[in-house]
């Protein structure tokens, strides 16, 4: 399955690394890309394992707001 979610707050780099390594850290996910000029993280995973949810918490965690 593949979601993209609209992330608020992210402006560098740094801010692509940090969403980037905390969403790849969950169990079941098997992509992710970051594009930082649309704020769009767009997240490959198994939904068996993984939920949306848990994706969205974990970038919140990191400091950023998920929009969608």
């Known amino acids: 399955m ?3 979610l609209n992330v608020k707050g992210m402006t560098c780099g740094h801010c692509e690394k ?3 390594g905390a969403v790849q850290e969950l169990n079941g996910v098997h992509g992710v890309e ?3 000029d649309s704020n769009r993280v767009t ?3 198994d939904d068996a394992i993984v939920s949306k949810q848990q ?3 974990a970038i919140e965690e ?3 707001d998920v929009v969608s």
């Open 18 to 20: 940090a969403v980037k």
């Open 62 to 64: 990191q400091g950023y």
């Open 34 to 36: 970051v594009t930082l």
């Open 43 to 45: 997240v490959a995973y």
């Open 55 to 57: 994706i969205a918490d």
């Open 2 to 4: 593949e979601i993209t």
